[in-house]
């Protein structure tokens, strides 16, 4: 499977964000292993991230290519963090897309980001911790799977507001 994630660059600054250190912590132990830091660009970084999904049992909805480990990345704001919401992109460059709602437009060369929150991603995150965020994107792919990001086959374009589009 290609990624993305191996066209980034290793970040080999320090973190100086102390929140951020923290919840990069939290992540590696969730994980089970040492996370790779890379650089996104313009301040901010990507960490790439092997996430567990709940497939149906009978199949996935219009056998959509949502698979039971998904590989997504994680980019946090190096200064603004945990002000800013870590943005989350998908990492597989033949995710499904094209037959997806909830996801941002890709923009600079670079993968689609999830909606995975109605309104302003980072009000939602202002009370939650970086697993929160994990759950919430295993969740947002177990509904792609099974067909529930749009409603009675309409996609709900009120859940995801243009203006939180991350232009990484």
């Known amino acids: 499977m290609d990624r993305f994630s191996i066209s980034l660059p290793v970040f080999s ?3 100086e964000n102390p929140a951020l250190r ?12 040492k996370l790779q830091i890379l650089d996104w660009g313009n301040g901010r970084i990507a960490v790439p ?3 567990s999904v709940d497939l149906p049992s009978l199949g996935n909805f219009e056998d959509i290519d949502i698979r039971e480990k ?8 190096l200064i603004n963090y945990p002000l800013s919401a870590p943005k989350v992109f998908t990492d597989r460059l033949d995710f499904p897309k094209s037959n997806l709602a909830h996801l941002y437009i890709a923009v600079n060369n670079r993968p689609s980001g999830f909606c995975y929150v109605r309104g302003n991603a980072d009000e939602w995150y202002a009370n939650k911790r970086i697993e929160d965020l ?19 086959g309409v ?14």
């Open 13 to 15: 600054d320090d973190i």
């Open 22 to 33: 923290d919840s990069l912590k939290s992540l590696e132990l969730v994980y089970g292993h």
């Open 49 to 51: 991230y092997e996430i």
């Open 70 to 77: 998904e590989h997504i990345i994680l980019v946090f704001d």
């Open 134 to 152: 994990i759950i919430r994107i295993s969740n947002w792919l177990r509904d792609a799977a099974t067909g529930e990001l749009t409603e009675n």
């Open 155 to 168: 996609s709900n374009l009120n859940r995801c507001d243009w203006r939180d589009t991350p232009v990484l």
